[in-house]
T-cell receptor, first 114, second 111 residues
Framework: DVKVTQSSRYLVKRTGEKVFLECVQD?????MFWYRQDPGLGLRLIYFSYDVKMKEKGDIPEGYSVSREKKERFSLILESASTNQTSMYLC?????????????FGPGTRLTVT | RKEVEQDPGPFNVPEGATVAFNCTYS??????FFWYRQDCRKEPKLLMS???SGNEDGRFTAQLNRASQYISLLIRDSKLSDSATYLC????????????FGKGTRLSVIA
């Protein structure tokens, strides 16, 4: 079974703090994704990566950055957290580029910025 | 037209009922679609793929209607455990990100 783990289930941070959300997958998947999910807005793609050291912007990259130093790990960074970044953050991974559709999601991190 | 659109519901149906919901898409060149299921406070999980020939898996049937640009998910003999949000997923019209998720249709199966 594919396993995608995220570093925290719940996180509370203050405005202006730098926040790191970590995601690790154990299936040697090339593709990794970060989404946020908000009521009424659905899943929105923040950043994704098709390989180590690669990153590409999704629909809403502003205020976020990512790091992929190892194949199994994809980190989302909030440089200076703001209250509008309060959300559920979901990481996903998928097999090689030719079939990026079967995405396996982690359990999510519910981030609250106060 | 949004890339992938779904009726948010909720669809409230009794156990044993048959329920169907649709998802419309705007990219007429799309070949592949997917249904994901998301339980309350859980992550989405792939339910089934929808190819041009459709797909059936037990009580679940997914079909693609190219002429009208929609896909459907039919659930027969609904169980309480089918209660969840069903996300339609398709390909984007443009850009380099491969997938776009619908906002989901919420299903509640009632005893």
């Amino acid at each position: 079974d594919v396993k995608v783990t995220q570093s925290s289930r719940y996180l509370v941070k203050r405005t202006g703090e730098k926040v790191f959300l970590e995601c690790v997958q154990d299936m040697d998947h090339e593709n990794m994704f970060w989404y946020r999910q908000d009521p009424g807005l659905g899943l929105r793609l923040i950043y994704f990566s098709y390989d180590v050291k690669m990153k590409e912007k999704g629909d809403i990259p502003e205020g976020y950055s990512v790091s992929r130093e190892k194949k199994e790990r994809f980190s989302l960074i909030l440089e200076s957290a703001s209250t509008n970044q309060t959300s559920m953050y979901l990481c996903a991974s998928s097999p090689p580029r030719r079939s990026p559709y079967e995405q396996y999601f982690g359990p999510g991190t519910r981030l609250t910025v106060t | 037209r949004k890339e992938v659109e779904q009726d948010p519901g909720p669809f409230n149906v009794p156990e044993g009922a048959t329920v169907a919901f649709n998802c419309t898409y705007s990219n007429s060149a799309s070949q592949s679609f997917f249904w994901y299921r998301q339980d309350c406070r859980k992550e989405p999980k792939l339910l089934m793929s929808v190819y041009s020939s459709g797909n059936e898996d037990g009580r679940f049937t997914a079909q693609l209607n190219r002429a009208s640009q929609y896909i459907s998910l039919l659930i027969r003999d609904s169980k309480l455990s089918d209660s969840a949000t069903y996300l339609c997923v398709g390909l984007r019209n443009s850009g380099n990100t491969p997938l776009v998720f619908g906002k989901g249709t919420r299903l509640s199966v009632i005893a």
